[in-house]
């Protein structure tokens, strides 16, 4: 796996700066007080104040951040050195208290003792791990007993089309993983698809929904709600979406699913 994961890292770290200049992230509007969150997730976990929350996989940490100014006691871990040097600086410069840790998920425990209130991760997190199993434990590992468990993800099912097809939606892949996992080349992403990397190799996997759900009950979580969406936070993830003054980008012409949540407790 390790393979992998340093092509990734490479990407990722790489991405940070991207990231950081883009509007889809805003860093201004972040650092003068704007909170990163959606609605999903706001109206899922309720009043965190004074809650202990682990965020995993949080990029430069600005949904982190943004759970620690509603008052959480936030902690967030990412793979990504850049991403989380930048996650550091942001907490100082907003004067927001949060933990970041550099490391692979798989590997929190070498770095990380204790137990959450809240674990939590979103929106383009699970792509990036090969197994559901050792991450659903991961997540019971952090979670105290009675703890809370959020996740707001893209949906499965809208990875098989074909994302760049201008006009109606054609199947490309398949919804279920082979043994190894999907390899991409590309230059941008989705906060600035025009941007042009030296890193432009990542892999991939692709988990559908009953491999998420009967990972979490496997490691011992009740599931307590599952939601499904016909709108997302990314507006690139098919071609023709459209965005709407929401925030959330829709799929002219169809009914389908673009992102699910699930909550669990330990
Ligand atoms: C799409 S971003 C998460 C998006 C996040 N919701 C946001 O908008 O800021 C995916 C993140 O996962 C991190 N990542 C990928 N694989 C990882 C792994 N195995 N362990 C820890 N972090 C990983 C990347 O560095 C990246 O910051």
């Given at each position: 796996m390790e393979k992998y994961y340093d092509v990734n890292k490479r990407r990722w770290n790489e991405l940070v700066d991207i990231h950081a200049k883009s509007d889809e992230y805003d860093l201004d509007g972040f650092i003068s007080g704007k909170n990163s969150l959606h609605s999903i997730e706001l109206e899922a976990l309720g009043d965190v104040s004074g809650k202990?929350?682990?965020?995993?996989?949080?990029?430069?940490?600005?949904?982190?951040?943004?759970?620690?100014?509603?008052?959480?006691?936030?902690?967030?871990?990412?793979?990504?050195?850049?991403?989380?040097?930048l996650a550091r600086s942001l907490a100082a410069r907003t004067g927001v208290n949060a933990d970041f840790i550099c490391g692979n998920v798989y590997d929190l425990p070498k770095h990380l003792d204790g137990e959450f209130d809240v674990v939590f991760t979103s929106y383009g997190a699970l792509c990036w791990l090969h197994n559901m199993e050792a991450w659903a434990e991961i997540v019971a590992r952090y979670l105290r007993p009675g703890g809370t468990f959020f996740i707001a993800e893209f949906h499965p099912f809208m990875w098989v089309f074909d994302d760049e097809w201008p006009s109606e939606l054609r199947v490309k892949y398949r919804y279920w993983q082979g043994e190894e996992p999907d390899y991409y080349e590309a230059d941008g992403s989705y906060a600035d698809p025009e941007a042009k990397v030296v890193n432009r190799s990542s892999y991939e996997w692709a988990h559908p929904m009953s491999e998420v759900v009967n990972a979490l009950i496997g490691a011992g979580l009740t599931i307590r709600g599952l939601g499904e969406y016909p709108?997302?936070?990314?507006?690139?993830?098919?071609?023709?979406?459209?965005?709407?003054?929401?925030?959330?980008?829709?799929?002219?012409?169809?009914?389908?699913?673009?992102?699910?949540?699930?909550?669990?407790?330990?």
């Open positions: 202990s929350l682990l965020h995993l996989q949080c990029h430069f940490g600005l949904d982190t951040l943004s759970w620690g100014r509603l008052g959480a006691r936030v902690t967030g871990v990412d793979f990504s050195d850049t991403a989380i040097e709108f997302s936070v990314d507006g690139t993830q098919i071609a023709f979406m459209e965005p709407g003054e929401d925030g959330y980008s829709r799929l002219p012409g169809y009914d389908l699913p673009l992102m699910y949540s699930i909550k669990a407790t330990k």
